[in-house]
């Protein structure tokens, strides 16, 4: 079983919707859960941290974090074509382990 | 200016030759790691540094060196080149916050051809 599984993708939604990622980790210790997008060829850019149980929102964004299900998932609101990108998670008790991303893609 | 940069950003070389990765950092931070990228593989962590005296293999160590010559650089170093270590290379930052949480901060990346 891989440490940080992501599905993927594509996940392709349409301009205005909601996009739902997913991601389960296998480490219980983990503490902290971290959400990057990356454009193709180009480096991860940190979108979104959580390290409690609940939601956390920022702008159009939402992370929510169930530790009990080792689950935790990334909400865009109102998607946008340059929302295209793939979306990596990341957990760390210490080092940061990266799923291996869902490619996301809005559809103008 | 970039807080985190990588020389060079692209570098095609040839099978048994010694390259050189480097990274420099302005943010202040005393971690520091290198990461590799392939397609279908995501980030995998190479080696990682939490100080200058500090330097601790990832999971993919084997046929990389690294070097912290400063709190704010850290090179990486392909002693004999082979094909697949052809990749993207990424080095990033990071410093622990409140409560110990440290987030990290990538440089804008290598692009390494092995031919």
């Known amino acids: 079983q891989k440490e940080v599984e992501q599905n993927s993708g594509p996940l392709s939604v349409p301009e205005g919707a909601i996009a739902s990622l997913n991601c389960t980790y296998s480490?219980?210790?983990?503490?902290?859960f971290f959400w990057y997008r990356q454009y193709s060829g180009k480096s991860p850019e940190l979108i979104m941290s959580?390290?409690?149980?609940g939601d956390k929102e920022d702008g159009r964004f939402t992370a929510q974090l169930n530790k009990a299900s080792q689950y935790v998932s990334l909400l865009i609101r109102d998607s946008q074509p340059s929302d295209s990108a793939t979306y990596l998670c990341a957990v760390s008790p210490l080092k940061y382990i990266f799923g291996t991303g869902t490619r996301l893609k809005v559809l103008a | 200016d970039a807080d985190v940069t990588q020389t060079p950003r692209n570098r095609i070389t040839k099978t048994g030759k010694r390259i050189m990765l480097e990274c420099s950092q302005t943010k202040g931070h005393d971690r520091m790691y290198w990461y590799r990228q392939d397609p279908g593989l995501g980030l995998r962590l190479i080696y990682y540094?939490?100080?200058?005296?500090?330097?601790n293999k990832g999971e993919i160590s084997d046929g990389y060196s690294v070097s912290r010559q400063a709190q704010a650089k850290f090179s990486l170093s392909l002693e004999s080149a082979i094909p697949n270590q052809t990749a993207l290379y990424f080095c990033a930052t990071s410093s622990p916050g409140t409560g110990g949480i440290d987030t990290q901060y990538f440089g804008p990346g290598t692009r390494l051809t092995v031919l």
């Open positions: 540094s939490f100080d200058v005296k500090d330097i």
């Open positions: 480490d219980r210790v983990s503490q902290s």
């Open positions: 959580i390290y409690s149980n």
